[in-house]
């Protein structure tokens, strides 16, 4: 996505294929710019410090430097400051080093400033050569799925999830893939039946479509008479549905044939890197000394920290960052992977990577296989992780009173 940046500025500057600090900074330009108005308060965590009913696209003005500016069109809503482009800058990243085909940017060494309403100046980017080889997609049918939602209302939850799992057993012998979610929406005393309830998923998957198709369906609608009390399904039985899988593989540059097409039907070659390094993991950057001990108050993280989360495949990032120097100083050290596995208890059991960034004030999680197969496969409720961060800045931890 970055390369509809990087492109133009290349050809517009003369930028050559080695001016790597340069290409790096319109990347991280490209980057900012690709998810539209993710960088003028959509999606943000602090969206009600501005009006985002209908926030304008962003344009970047680049620099011969590599240097650029973020602004959007004026008279247009949302708005552009330091937290809107930290944001986007951390969505969808897995580290300091951010490779591309043409050039690695180093997102540790980004400087963000304001430079004004609605201008947010970046600068400071380094550049190095990109890796030796080419990441490719490859996305694949993975067979064929089916989902029941069943409503439990009231007392006795857990009981009657129970016993639809034992009731369902029989008809699920045969699935490859079973996965049962019970999903807690209810409220002791409730006061409307809608918020009494709980939802239980089921989701099977398998390469056969009759498996999972509607005799499966079927036989969960089929309860109804003889289940728990109140039994109901939010949809009736259907057949199963294709899913997609995607895989990355990494193919060398020179594997790749890349072709430049013109408006004129033109076919120019382009040739592959003249240089490549290959990608390692920068040492871990020195942190600010932590705060000192004081009184805290148990408060939910995102008082305090913005996040915002995306996906990669199977894995997901979520990208924390602190809004001041004090904030920053009790993040960076309160913050650690085992923190945020006893915070997200879903990530108990995954691979989790932290990536300090304090440049930005930032955190980068990586959650290997939180996605399964990605979003084409339906894994989880929220496929694309785009939550994931918002569930975290609401989980509470013991926060310094003197940061609220």
């Given amino acids: 996505d970055a390369a509809l940046v990087t492109g133009p500025a290349a050809a517009h500057f003369g930028w050559g294929p080695t001016d790597y600090d340069r290409l790096a900074g319109a990347v991280v330009a490209g980057h900012i710019l690709e998810c539209g108005t993710q960088a003028t308060g959509g999606n943000y ?52 080093r ?22 947010v100046r970046i600068s400071g980017v380094r550049g190095e050569a990109p890796p030796p080889t080419l990441k490719v997609g490859l996305n694949r049918l993975g067979g064929f799925r089916n989902e029941v939602a069943f409503v439990l209302t009231g007392l006795d939850i857990e009981a009657k999830a129970a016993l639809v799992r034992e ?10 893939d079973v996965r049962w979610d019970l999903v807690r ?42 289940s728990y009390p109140g039994f109901h399904v939010l949809a009736p039985p259907g057949k199963g549905s294709p899913y997609g899988v995607f895989e990355d593989v990494y193919v060398p540059h020179g594997a790749v044939d890349h072709v430049a097409v013109l408006h004129d039907g033109r076919r120019l070659p382009v040739a592959p890197a ?13 942190l600010p000394e932590p705060l000192p001990e004081g009184p805290t108050r148990r408060a939910p993280l995102g008082l305090i920290a913005g996040a915002r989360s995306g996906d990669k495949g199977g894995n997901a990032n979520i990208g924390v960052w602190a809004r001041t120097d004090e904030a920053w100083r009790w993040l960076a050290h309160t913050l650690t992977v085992e923190h945020l596995r006893e915070l997200l208890p879903e990530t108990a059991e995954l691979p989790v990577t932290r990536h300090d960034l304090p440049n930005l004030r930032a955190l980068n999680f990586v959650v290997e296989g939180i996605l399964g197969e990605g ?3 339906q894994h989880r409720f929220d496929p694309q992780a785009k939550a994931l961060g918002e569930w975290l800045r609401s989980r509470h931890l013991d926060i310094p009173e003197a940061l609220l």
């Fill in 375 to 377: 979003v084409a496969a």
């Fill in 167 to 176: 009731q369902m057993e029989t008809h699920l012998a045969k699935v490859t």
């Fill in 45 to 96: 965590a602090f969206f009600q410090e501005g009006d985002v009913r209908r926030p304008g696209f962003p344009l970047a003005e680049l620099h011969e430097d590599g240097t650029a500016v973020i602004t959007k069109h004026p008279g247009t809503g949302g708005f552009v400051d330091v937290g809107t482009v930290t944001a986007q800058l951390l969505y969808e990243t897995q580290g300091a």
């Fill in 274 to 286: 003249q240089e490549t390094a290959v990608l390692e993991d920068l040492p871990t950057p020195p």
């Fill in 185 to 226: 929406t209810d409220r002791p005393d409730a006061a409307t039946e809608e918020t009494a309830g709980a939802l239980l998923r089921l989701v099977v998957r398998d390469a056969n479509q009759e498996v999972v198709g509607r005799a499966l369906s079927g036989a969960a609608v089929e309860l109804a008479l003889a």
């Fill in 98 to 119: 951010y490779a591309g085909p043409d050039v690695t940017a180093r997102l540790d060494t980004v400087r963000l400033t304001q430079d004004g309403p609605d201008r």
